[in-house]
């Protein structure tokens, strides 16, 4: 038999690539998961009561319409509560909401004055030009006071490699407000809305956590996934992909980290360096009990006297979960157990980390794989941070262009 697709890989995206593909009237699909489990990164334990999403914090909330409808196609939207988002970050012994820059007003008055002044310190201010690398741009956007005490420590304690290391064409993901609108914002003594991402809000299951999502998206799909079943090996036959040896497919779609296939005769020389130098960490997620009375969903922690750098607190998003539950996120570099922790997890692929280069890398990679009709897809296919929401369209955007019918909600 030959399939028209076979989908490497059973977290969202591959398993909302299936669904689509199915919708879209197409029969031969099989989806390869390595793991006894599908569900990868957007799975759900149930512990002492505690509802703990073990691949670290998944909210939905989007900016594309179009993922919305397919989402409360399978899951109605009756069965998720809403939230107006409520993150925090503590600061110099201080919270404020997210973000800093927004809301340095909260802060008490002599060091949100430094803060400012630091801010309108800044390269872009002075109307220098944009720097290259990730530490000089966030002085440059930022200044000095925010990059050293909130943006630099944050993001080594997350990435687990040093801003010299970074790029800065990922950082679309964070507000960029300039020194006029940061200055408005303590005058005003209130942040502006309309400069937070897409994420002001999110939805959340009443029951469960977000793996009902994932269940609702996989349940009619789930004939067509074998799970267990690691793929080692993709070579071009013909005018069709082998997999494993013995799987032929007319097109096959990976939404695995390119490491795991990188031995493939698929790949010649160059695409084994170029995937050989994308890198991605590892993240602990930990259960605890502790008596809290914040109403933040979330906060950030950037100090590094701290091991982790953010703590969920699962009963202000998940009421039908156990009093005094909170998560935290830790690079494996820093985790340490034995902290009190009911309950850990290591995410052996968490993020994919945005190192200098790593753009013309996966592109690199895209670029050799696609015209054999090997196509990646999602995080770990297209080796960017995406959270679930953008998985989901991006695989809409992809099984359109592979010809197929686009997604239409029904009416």
Sequence with gaps: MTYDYIIIGGGITGITAARLLQLAGV??????????????????????????????????????PEVY??????????????????????????????????????????????????????????GLPAPAHFEDWIRWKLG????????????????????????????????????????????????????????AGFYYPKVGGFQRIFDAIAAPVRDCIATRTAVSSIERSGDTLLVNGRLRARAVINTAPWHTLAASPVFDPATREAIARLRHNQIVVSLHEENYGTDAHWLYQPSESLRHHRSFFIKNFAPHSAAGGLYRETNLKRWQAGQGELYAETNEHAYPIPTLGWARDISAVLRHTAPLGLHGLGRWGQWQYFNSDVCIHEAMQLVQRLGHAPHRAAA
């Design 27 to 64: 029969e031969r699909v099989l989806v390869l998961e390595a793991a006894p489990e599908i569900g990868g990164l957007c799975r759900t334990r149930e512990i002492n009561g505690h509802v703990l999403d073990t691949g670290g914090g998944h909210f939905l909330c989007t900016k594309h």
């Design 69 to 126: 409808d397919f989402v409360f196609g399978h899951m109605p939207k009756s069965e998720f509560n809403y939230f107006n988002r409520v993150s925090r970050i503590e600061v110099e012994g201080c919270e404020t909401d997210y973000p800093l820059e927004s809301n340095l007003w909260q802060l008490p008055a002599a060091l949100a004055a430094e803060y400012l002044r630091s801010v309108s310190a800044n390269g872009e201010a002075r």
């Design 144 to 199: 000095d006071r925010i990059a050293e005490t909130y943006m630099l420590p944050y993001n080594r304690k997350i990435w687990g490699v040093s801003a010299s290391e970074m790029d800065v064409d990922w950082l679309h993901k964070i507000p960029r407000l300039d020194v006029a609108q940061i200055a408005r914002a303590c005058e005003q003594r209130a942040a502006d809305r309309a400069q937070m991402p897409s994420h």
